[in-house]
Structures are given as structure tokens and as C-alpha cells.
């Protein structure tokens, strides 16, 4: 299983942009899908997620009303649109994708599949 995270790149402080996130190699069931974001020297934090089952969306209290995940769980993909992007946000992205059925959970390690990451740089 891979997953091909892409959008990242360079913006300047409150501009938009659009993460995507892809699966390839063998078919998975995934119940949830995610985007975490680790900037240097510092721990992998939890962004945002979707649990296909509920229909649910979560986020972390530092994007919410800025980012929107959306995805399609038939092609295992997720979009992270980030509006009004400051330096705050400027980290590495990855997507995660959770297969054991046991809910969104903002730490890293109950997630099972992993992204290489794309990176986002805002310039202030």
C-alpha cells in the first residue's frame, strides 16, 4: 500500500492551497483517513480526519474554520483545502489511512498507513 501525498509548495501568508492524497498498490479497506503535519524538530500533530462510517469530519482546534478535508473512500483518497495559510502552518503533510476500525484518534501511532509527505512553506 502507498500513499501519494501532493499540492504542497510555497505561499505567502493568507493564501490558499490544496492537498491530495492518493492510494496505490494493494486494495485496502480504510475506515478513516487523515492529514498530520510535522515541522522541523518538532512532534507529527494531528490536523484533520475523516471516518467514512459516520460521515464525520475532525479537526484540530488550530485549523478549524481554515482547513476542510474531504475525500472518496471507494478510491481510498482525502483534500486537505488550507485557507488563509500563516507561518504557523508551514510543515510537512502527510496522509494516514486507519484499517483496524478503531475511530479517528489524533495520535500518529493508531494510524496505520503512511505518506511520504508534502511539504508547505508560507512566507510571512
Known amino acids: 500500500v502507498q500513499l501519494q501525498a501532493s499540492g504542497g509548495g510555497l505561499v505567502q501568508t493568507g493564501d490558499s492551497l490544496k492537498l491530495s492524497c492518493v492510494s496505490s498498490?494493494?486494495?485496502?479497506?480504510?475506515?478513516?483517513m487523515a492529514w498530520f503535519r510535522q515541522a522541523p524538530g518538532k512532534e507529527r500533530t494531528f490536523v484533520a480526519a475523516?471516518?467514512?462510517?459516520?460521515?464525520?469530519?475532525f479537526y484540530a482546534d488550530s485549523v478549524k474554520g481554515r482547513f476542510v478535508i474531504s475525500g472518496d473512500r471507494a478510491t481510498n483518497s482525502i483534500n486537505l483545502q488550507m485557507n488563509r495559510l500563516t507561518p504557523e502552518d508551514a510543515a510537512r503533510y502527510y496522509c494516514?489511512?486507519?484499517?483496524?476500525?478503531?475511530?479517528?484518534?489524533?495520535?500518529?501511532?493508531?494510524?496505520?498507513?503512511w505518506g511520504r509527505g508534502t511539504q508547505v512553506t508560507v512566507s510571512s
Open positions: 494516514a489511512a486507519e484499517v483496524l476500525h478503531v475511530g479517528v484518534k489524533e495520535s500518529q501511532w493508531d494510524w496505520n498507513y
Open positions: 498498490g494493494r486494495t485496502f479497506k480504510s475506515y478513516a
Open positions: 475523516i471516518d467514512w462510517d459516520e460521515g464525520a469530519t
